[in-house]
Every structure is written in structure tokens, then in C-alpha cells.
């Protein structure tokens, strides 16, 4: 049973980076065939696709975010972990790491989700 | 980009009612389409994927149908835990992943 665990600062400053990480288990990343992504839910409201990447490190972004996200992997620690610079208070949400399936991306594992918040 | 629009927002239905979710795409899509429950508080969970294919270990009062554009999520008889909100999202483009805005469903 594959499982997904997030961890990271649940406070960031404004203009700072956020960083969080998952960690998989019942399951290698480098056995491919998984898209490894990042999903956040604001307050209230619904689901949005931050981007995903694949084992060998190809990623690919939402547009509206792109400029401003770095999804990286660690194989040798069946981690990834995501980075979102230039946060401000519209970026409080929960994170969710999930896993997507290979050209056919629905999410069939995801971790619990974590709640950051963008404050001073 | 494509959009996808759900209806209606919210839902009030009767335990032991049909219960239907419709989710549109802008532009057609196949069947590249997935279904999520989200209870409150908890973790979306994955329904229905290739818009009719139920994910192992759902209950089979979940069905789903449609392609191209249209599609629906059909509960054939409410029950109480099935209180959520449900998320429609499209997959026909691994560089574009997009959810509905999400079904509200509530006991009456």
C-alpha cells in the first residue's frame, strides 16, 4: 500500500520560499511509471494542480505558477519536494502530494495534506 | 485552456434518492476523466477514472458516464456517509491538469 507523507513549515513569511517535502513509502519513485505531484486547496475552495514530476526529474507545471515553482525528486531518499518562491497570502492552503499515474494523470494516492500559511 | 464547469454547486437530496453530478468540458476530451470525493475535513479520494471506470473498492451505488464533453456522476441510492464535495478533473493533457470548482452534496 502506497503511502505519501508531507512535511514543512506551516507558517512562511510573505516574499519567502516555501518548502515542502514528501515522503513515499510502499513504493519506490525510481520504479517509473508514477507522475509525483503537488495539489493545493485554499480555504474553503477547490483543488488546484501545481505540477508533478517523474522519477528521472522531468516536470511539468501549472502555467499560472510556473514562474515561481521548483518540484524536485531524491530518489536515493523516495522524496520530492516542492518550492514556491515569492509566497504571499494567497498561497495559504493545504498542500496535498499525490500520486498520478503515467499519461493517464488521476491521483489515486495522496498524503494528508499539509497547511501553510503565508504570514508576517 | 479547457475549462470545466460542474453542476449544480450544492445538492440537497433524501437518503435512498438518485443523485446526479454533471461535469463539462469547454473543449472535448475524450473520456479522460476522473471523479474525487471529499468528505469534510479529509482527503480527496479517488471515484471513478476514464470517466466510468470505478476505482477498486468504491461502492457500486457510484457510476460514471459520458465523453467528449459531457459527463455525469450517478449515486443510484444517497446514503449518509456519501455527505461530500464532489470534484470532476480532466487528464487528456499531462501538461494540463484541471478540476471542476466541486459539487456540494448534502442530506435533506
Known amino acids: 500500500q502506497v503511502q505519501l507523507q508531507e512535511s514543512g513549515p506551516g507558517l512562511v513569511k510573505p516574499s519567502q520560499t516555501l518548502s515542502l517535502t514528501c515522503t513515499v513509502s510502499?513504493?519506490?519513485?525510481?520504479?517509473?511509471?508514477?507522475?509525483w505531484s503537488w495539489i493545493r486547496q485554499h480555504p474553503g475552495k477547490g483543488l488546484e494542480w501545481i505540477g508533478y514530476?517523474?522519477?528521472?526529474?522531468?516536470?511539468y507545471y501549472n502555467p499560472s505558477l510556473k514562474s515561481r515553482v521548483t518540484i524536485s525528486v531524491d530518489t536515493s531518499k523516495n522524496q520530492f519536494s516542492l518550492k514556491l518562491s515569492s509566497v504571499t497570502a494567497a498561497d495559504t492552503a493545504v498542500y496535498y502530494c499525490?500520486?498520478?499515474?503515467?499519461?493517464?494523470?488521476?491521483?489515486?494516492?495522496w498524503g494528508q495534506g499539509t497547511l501553510v500559511t503565508v504570514s508576517s | 485552456d479547457i475549462q470545466m464547469t460542474q453542476s449544480p454547486s450544492s445538492l440537497s437530496a433524501s437518503v435512498g434518492d438518485r443523485v446526479t453530478i454533471t461535469c463539462r468540458a469547454s473543449?472535448?476530451?475524450?473520456?479522460?476523466l476522473a471523479w474525487y470525493q471529499q468528505k469534510p475535513g479529509k482527503v480527496p479520494k479517488l471515484l471513478i477514472y476514464a470517466a466510468s471506470t470505478l476505482q477498486s473498492g468504491v461502492p457500486s451505488r457510484f457510476s460514471g458516464s459520458g465523453s467528449g464533453t459531457d459527463f455525469t456522476l450517478t449515486i443510484s441510492s444517497l446514503q449518509p456517509e456519501d455527505v461530500a464535495t464532489y470534484y470532476c478533473?480532466?487528464?487528456?493533457?499531462?501538461?494540463?491538469?484541471?478540476f471542476g470548482q466541486g459539487t456540494r452534496l448534502e442530506i435533506k
Open positions: 510502499g513504493g519506490s519513485i525510481s520504479s517509473g511509471g508514477y507522475y
Open positions: 478533473q480532466k487528464y487528456n493533457s499531462a501538461l494540463s491538469i484541471t
Open positions: 514530476i517523474y522519477y528521472s526529474g522531468s516536470t
Open positions: 499525490a500520486r498520478g499515474g503515467m499519461w493517464k494523470v488521476y491521483f489515486d494516492y
Open positions: 473543449q472535448g476530451i475524450s473520456n479522460y
